[in-house]
């Protein structure tokens, strides 16, 4: 399921550190945002997700940002863990639309 | 397991022939959808089934085919594709008003 070929920008982390992935969406009249991990060989697994009316959600060792002003969107992995190798995709879509808009993706390598 | 399932995982196909991509999801959801996921490109919205009714196209070739014959199945028809096609298509599901997609595995497909 990897993006094979797709020159992807990678963030290399070390196991432990804490990792910050971003994305710039394009359409201001997106309403709701969601982050993707996409492990090799599967299809992309829903993480989080964001509505506009917040600028902050926390789950389970990751937080979404979003910053409206500027268009962009961030993921934070705390304590990175090699499990959370894998290329993960921001997408954004907007209430009266089905399907969701995909950014291109950032690999992340944990490091042990 | 996201409860969307696909089959074949992986397809090999001469231009000539003709083949089916099977989607299966068991979440109750009313939408369904195909992306395509290339070595080049990110994801790509192929299609849209809201209630089994096609509720958008995405521009794409009538070399591909898609049938919705009910809300929890969906195909894709493939027809004199091209070496271009050779891509992983993604099945992906909804529920109406909710923004998360869930998707399956994939499918593989290489052209030849």
Same mark, same amino acid.
């Given at each position: 399921?990897?993006?094979?070929?797709?020159?992807?920008? =990678? +963030?290399?982390?070390?196991?432990?550190?804490?990792?910050?992935?971003?994305?710039?969406?394009?359409?201001?009249?997106?309403?709701?945002?969601?982050?993707?991990?996409?492990?090799?060989?599967?299809?992309?697994?829903?993480?989080?997700?964001?509505?506009?009316?917040?600028?902050?959600?926390?789950?389970?060792?990751?937080?979404?940002? +979003?910053?409206?002003?500027?268009?962009? $969107?961030?993921?934070?992995?705390?304590?990175?863990?090699?499990?959370?190798?894998?290329?993960?995709?921001?997408?954004?879509?907007?209430?009266?639309?089905?399907?969701?808009?995909?950014?291109?993706?950032?690999? $992340?390598?944990?490091?042990? | 397991?996201?409860?969307?399932?696909?089959?074949?995982?992986?397809?090999?196909?001469?231009?000539? @022939?003709?083949?089916?991509?099977?989607?299966?999801?068991?979440?109750?959801?009313?939408?369904?959808?195909?992306?395509?996921?290339?070595?080049?490109?990110?994801?790509?919205?192929?299609?849209?089934?809201? +209630?089994?009714?096609?509720?958008?196209? @995405?521009?794409?070739?009538?070399?591909?085919?898609?049938?919705?014959?009910?809300?929890?199945?969906?195909?894709?028809? +493939?027809?004199?594709?091209?070496?271009?096609?050779?891509?992983?298509?993604?099945?992906?599901?909804?529920?109406?008003?909710?923004?998360?997609?869930?998707?399956?595995?994939?499918?593989? $497909? =290489?052209?030849?």
């Amino acid at each position: 399921g990897e993006s094979v070929g797709l020159h992807l920008p =990678t +963030l290399s982390v070390q196991e432990g550190d804490n990792s910050i992935i971003n994305c710039a969406y394009s359409n201001s009249a997106s309403d709701y945002f969601i982050w993707y991990k996409q492990e090799s060989g599967k299809g992309p697994q829903f993480i989080i997700d964001i509505r506009s009316n917040m600028d902050k959600r926390q789950g389970q060792r990751v937080t979404v940002l +979003l910053n409206k002003t500027v268009k962009h $969107l961030s993921l934070q992995i705390a304590a990175t863990q090699p499990g959370d190798s894998a290329v993960y995709f921001c997408a954004e879509g907007y209430t009266g639309r089905r399907a969701l808009t995909f950014g291109s993706g950032t690999r $992340l390598q944990v490091q042990p | 397991e996201t409860g969307v399932t696909q089959t074949p995982r992986h397809l090999v196909m001469g231009m000539t @022939n003709k083949k089916s991509l099977k989607c299966e999801q068991h979440l109750g959801h009313n939408a369904m959808y195909w992306y395509k996921q290339s070595a080049k490109k990110p994801l790509e919205l192929m299609f849209v089934y809201s +209630l089994e009714e096609r509720v958008e196209n @995405n521009s794409v070739p009538s070399r591909f085919s898609p049938e919705c014959p009910n809300s929890s199945h969906l195909f894709l028809h +493939l027809h004199t594709l091209q070496p271009e096609d050779s891509a992983l298509y993604l099945c992906a599901s909804s529920q109406e008003g909710e923004g998360e997609a869930f998707f399956g595995q994939g499918t593989r $497909l =290489t052209v030849v």
